[in-house]
């Protein structure tokens, strides 16, 4: 299981709760699922106002996971594992279809066509042949087709990278397994603004929804699967 303890150490959080976390989920919230039969790799709003210095935006802990992308997302590609991609796009000028978020969050207007920050990572672009599912919200599931698009492939479970760990990666992952599907969070592929809302949510998703895994493990499971070359 994750601990956020190293985050909270920093003064976000009692030294002595942090301590007894383990203990304290143990034998109740420390369940592990494990892989299915039919996996995804979806990639949720890696886009270059999260990796742009200078952008409101901007998140070192997207930018390193970014970086860790290259080789989970080569092998899913070379094993035949479907994957897709969400990015977060609204209507210009007014936003209108962003609803309240935009007004919680002004900064999310940069997401219009046309603005750079609104583009895909370049490390991550998405193929001809894979799908995009665009949002206007936290969960790559409300207000798109995903689930039905995923139940009609034929997929169990869902290897989840992208940002930000505290909102679309959270608000997916739960989602994920409300519509019940086996959730896989890969840790090194994942990012935030800061360390403290990453560990945080992390540890509450290994702990409740899913489970939290390190991108090496997700590149050898996608190599044991049966249609793997």
């Known amino acids: 299981m994750t601990n956020p303890s190293q985050a909270a150490s920093s003064g976000a959080g009692d030294s002595s709760l942090d301590d007894s976390l383990d203990n304290n989920y143990k034998g109740v919230w420390d369940g592990r699922i494990g892989f299915g039969k039919k996996p995804v790799l979806l990639v949720v709003d890696f886009m270059q106002g999260y990796t742009t210095p200078g952008s409101p935006l901007f998140a070192q ?4 996971a970014v970086a860790n992308m290259p080789p989970l997302l080569s092998t899913a590609r070379r094993t035949g ?3 897709i991609h969400t990015n977060i796009l609204y209507h210009a000028p007014d936003q209108i279809d962003g609803g309240i978020w935009v007004k919680k969050a002004p900064v999310m207007r940069a997401m219009v066509a046309g603005n750079p920050y609104a583009a895909f990572c370049p490390e991550v672009t998405p193929t001809e042949d894979e799908l995009v599912m665009t949002k206007q919200y936290a ?3 409300f207000g798109t087709s995903l689930a039905s698009t ?3 492939m034929g997929v169990d479970t869902l290897i989840i990278t992208g940002c930000s760990t505290s909102g679309c990666i959270r608000a997916t992952a739960v989602d994920g397994l409300q ?3 086996r959730v896989m969070v890969i840790r090194d592929c994942v990012g ?5 809302p990453h560990e945080a949510n992390l540890f509450d998703i290994d702990s ?4 939290v895994i390190d991108s090496k493990v997700a590149i050898k499971q996608l190599l044991s699967q049966p249609s793997a070359p």
């Open 139 to 141: 969960s790559a599931f």
């Open 192 to 196: 935030d603004r800061h360390p403290a």
């Open 150 to 152: 995923l139940v009609a």
């Open 61 to 64: 802990g997207v930018v390193d």
């Open 179 to 181: 519509y019940g599907f």
């Open 208 to 211: 409740k929804y899913g489970d």
């Open 81 to 83: 594992t479907p994957v």
